[in-house]
């Protein structure tokens, strides 16, 4: 009787311990983008605040954020001092004035990263270590770049004037990919590959913008890195447009997260939903297009974890030319 009882009271643990990992929450997070620390940007997270789930377990600020400050005290203000936040170059950070940088840019960037996310995150190559990095989520891996480094490791090469995919990030981007075994792969930078017009009102931005003016190379090279390592979308923003591009034969989509200010433009404003587990990768796109501040889900993408590919015998040995 002893001997049942033990094994019952095992049978329930261990029933207790599968329905506690499929009942386990998947990872939520929040993107937006190009709020310029605009006061309307405090109406938005509001609207975050009030959405199912409210911003979840981070936000990722997909550039043009600056004054960095000033948007760090809006999101304490909304969340609390301690709610994580991944910030991404944008370029707005790097403007110089009278030879210096603006201390509310680089500088402020540089030096929120290494009080806050040192330790938490896999720094990026020298030159960029702060502001190029990787971290894991739950079942995702993300990977920020900062398409403004020149590929040096002298002070300033972080803040090239223009948006780049020089060797040495795609070079390490592509290791770092490598190297993870989470399902989902992200990686987010602030300029598109592949500008596009607006998903729900058909204009158009920087059409043609810096990173278009890089070598065909490069940008055909830092792409089928994403293919290659199979990353499941390219997040970034710059155009103030939303939209969401697959190019053809490509698995990999391009995101563009437009802007969230709540300003005169606010039929642009956007925040993204992002939520995943080992099976499904989601993202909810919330826009404002009826009224000021006033979000509702505008566009909806799910992505599918593709099953394991079936094991493959051994090949057998080679014979050799003597046999």
Not at 67 to 73: D, F, N
């Amino acid at each position: 009787m002893c001997r049942m009882t033990i094994r019952l009271a095992t049978c329930l643990l261990v029933l207790h311990l599968v329905l506690a990992a499929s009942a386990a929450e998947p990872l939520r997070f929040t993107i937006t983008a190009d709020n310029r620390a605009h006061s309307g940007f405090a109406t938005v997270l509001e609207q975050i605040a009030k959405a199912p789930g409210g911003p979840g377990a981070f936000m990722i600020s997909v550039g043009d954020l600056s004054p960095g400050a000033v948007t760090r005290t809006q999101l304490d203000t909304a969340f609390g001092e301690s709610f994580p936040w991944y910030p991404v170059v944008g370029n707005h950070e790097i403007l110089v004035k009278a030879g210096k940088e603006n201390p509310e840019g680089m500088p402020y960037l540089r030096d929120y990263c290494e009080k806050h996310l040192k330790g938490k995150v896999n720094p990026g190559p020298a030159g960029t270590r702060e502001t190029t990095y990787s971290f894991d989520a739950g079942d995702v891996h993300i990977a920020v770049i900062n398409q403004y480094w020149d590929g040096e490791s002298t002070p300033g090469s972080d803040s090239a004037a223009l948006a780049g995919l020089v060797r040495p990030l795609r070079r390490w981007l592509k290791a770092d990919l490598a190297r993870s075994r989470k399902p989902w792969k992200l990686v987010v930078g602030h300029e598109p590959i592949f500008p596009q017009t607006d998903k729900d009102w058909e204009s158009a931005r920087h059409v043609v913008g810096a990173l278009q003016a890089l070598s065909e190379m490069a940008c055909e090279d830092f792409w089928s890195i994403l293919q290659e390592q199979g990353v499941a979308a390219y997040v970034c923003s710059h155009t103030h447009r939303y939209s969401r591009y697959k190019p053809p034969a490509s698995k990999v989509w391009q995101i563009d997260s437009a802007m969230a200010r709540a300003g005169k433009d606010w039929k642009y404003d956007t925040f993204i939903v992002v939520t995943a587990d080992a099976q499904a990768l989601t993202f909810e796109t919330y826009r404002s297009l009826k009224a000021k501040g006033k979000f509702e889900v505008t566009d909806s993408l799910s992505l599918k974890a593709e099953p394991a590919a079936p094991p493959q015998p051994p090949s057998p040995p080679a014979k050799d030319p003597g046999d």
